[in-house]
């Protein structure tokens, strides 16, 4: 019975659908000869009682919602704790599955088989002879715990193939991102220094000006993309140098203001006591900031408000505006690459800001947070550990 398992799982795509759809099979009929199989699969730290595959258990769908996660019920816990198959004589009079489950499926003996490796469980296969008591020997329980080893191991190998597949395909759809963007004011500045070269003589000052104003904003962006692009190389390949230094952060922040938006002090109230000092890298700081104000300033709305707090275990900075804050939609792609909550280029803006500001606030051990602000608006926090030594 393992080897016909063991060929049925080699044979099929090592993908954790496909392969739980075949231990379903396996189960049921030919091998192992249950009648009603259903497996249920890890959904990152929950079982979710809707089967990821099943055979005659088609009305576990409907129960769903009524429920509770397959790792609260008796048998499963039973299971997981001897890490072996276990085999409930009467689930219906013992409990060994809700009774609302044992009920309206009329489940009397049944099986749950752990799919167990390193400890970890990530799946569980429920299987029965539709509603008919039988028992299974010693010998029997032991195969299928064997059985489930063995799929764990399988599932392993499956899940850590499709992440690769996720990863590369990520990396392709950035690169493919990255070019496209920088594709913009490449063709900008060619162009411009086309009209140039052919037509220099003949254009008049007024004209010379437009095209100097439109290669200097091009390049302009050309040159930000190109050191955003680098960050981001940088920080992937963990090449980023963290060095932390103890600094006093309300001058460190309105340093930050007074270069990346000189124009708007006004209307950026810091509210950081004079005294405070937090041991972080400076450089990664800035830049955290830098992205975050010009942001607020950019599509939130005065005043924008910088705060910062020492607490307990950790440092937290806030940046927030009074604009229309982040459409609910939107929040969750907020920190991603190339995401833009507005199809809006003409502001230069290329959506790697706050992506790379993430990856600066992680590669410190912290993380960068969006909260609706408070009526209204945006408010990004940057919580960092406090390290041992301060
Ligand atoms: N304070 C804010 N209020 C409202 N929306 C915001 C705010 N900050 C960011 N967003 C939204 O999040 C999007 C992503 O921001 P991000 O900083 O990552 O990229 P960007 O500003 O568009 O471009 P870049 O920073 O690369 O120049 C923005 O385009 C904007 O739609
Ligand atoms: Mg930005």
Redesign the pocket.
């Known amino acids: 019975m393992l080897q016909e398992l063991a060929r049925a799982l080699g044979e099929c795509q090592p993908r954790p659908e496909d392969m739980l759809g075949c231990v379903a099979r396996h189960l049921n009929g030919a091998g192992f000869g249950f009648d009603r199989v259903a497996i249920f699969k890890d959904g990152t730290g929950r079982f979710d009682p809707v089967p990821a595959a099943q055979y005659g258990f088609e009305d576990l769908e409907v129960l769903h919602g009524q429920l509770p996660p397959v790792d609260e019920w008796p048998l499963f816990q039973r299971a997981l704790s001897a890490e072996e198959a276990v085999w409930a004589a009467d689930a219906q009079l013992d409990g060994d599955v809700p009774l609302e489950v044992a009920g309206s499926l009329r489940i009397r003996s049944v099986v749950g088989v752990p799919f167990v490796a390193g400890g970890h469980c990530f799946g569980f296969g429920l299987a029965d002879r539709r509603g008919a008591a039988f028992e299974l020997t010693q010998e029997e329980l032991h195969t299928l715990t064997t059985a489930g080893r063995f799929v764990a191991a399988a599932l392993v190998g499956a899940t850590a193939t499709e992440r690769e597949h996720r990863v590369s395909e990520l990396k392709s759809q950035f690169v493919a991102l990255a070019s496209h963007e920088l594709r913009a004011p490449v063709a900008g500045i060619h162009g411009v220094t086309m009209t140039l070269r052919e037509r220099g003589d003949d254009l008049l000052p007024e004209q010379v000006r437009v095209l100097q104003g439109t290669l200097y904003e091009q390049s302009d962006r050309m040159r930000?993309?190109v050191d955003?692009l680098l960050d981001l190389s940088k920080l992937e390949a963990d090449a980023v140098e963290i060095s932390p230094r103890r600094f006093p952060v309300r001058e460190r922040v309105e340093s930050v203001l007074r270069q990346v938006v000189p124009d708007k002090l006004e209307h950026i109230v810091v509210a950081v006591e004079p005294g405070l000092e937090t041991l972080a890298d400076p450089d990664a700081f800035d830049r955290i900031l830098a992205?975050?104000v010009?942001?607020?300033v950019?599509?939130?709305a005065p005043p924008v408000k910088v705060s910062a707090r020492q607490l307990d275990t950790h440092f937290r900075l806030w940046?927030?505006?009074a604009?229309?804050?982040?459409?609910p939609e939107?929040a969750p792609r907020?920190?991603q690459r190339f995401?833009?909550?507005?199809a809006?280029a003409s502001?230069?803006?290329?959506?790697?800001?706050?992506?790379?500001?993430q990856s600066f606030a992680q590669a410190q051990g912290g993380r960068l947070i969006y909260e609706d602000g408070e009526p209204r608006?945006?408010k990004?926090q940057l919580v960092l550990p406090v390290r041992k030594d301060q």
């Open positions: 930000r993309l955003q992205n975050l010009t942001n607020a950019r599509y939130g940046v927030e505006d604009g229309d804050g982040v459409p939107f907020l920190f995401a833009r909550g507005r809006d502001d230069g803006g290329s959506g790697l800001g706050l992506a790379i500001a608006g945006a990004f």
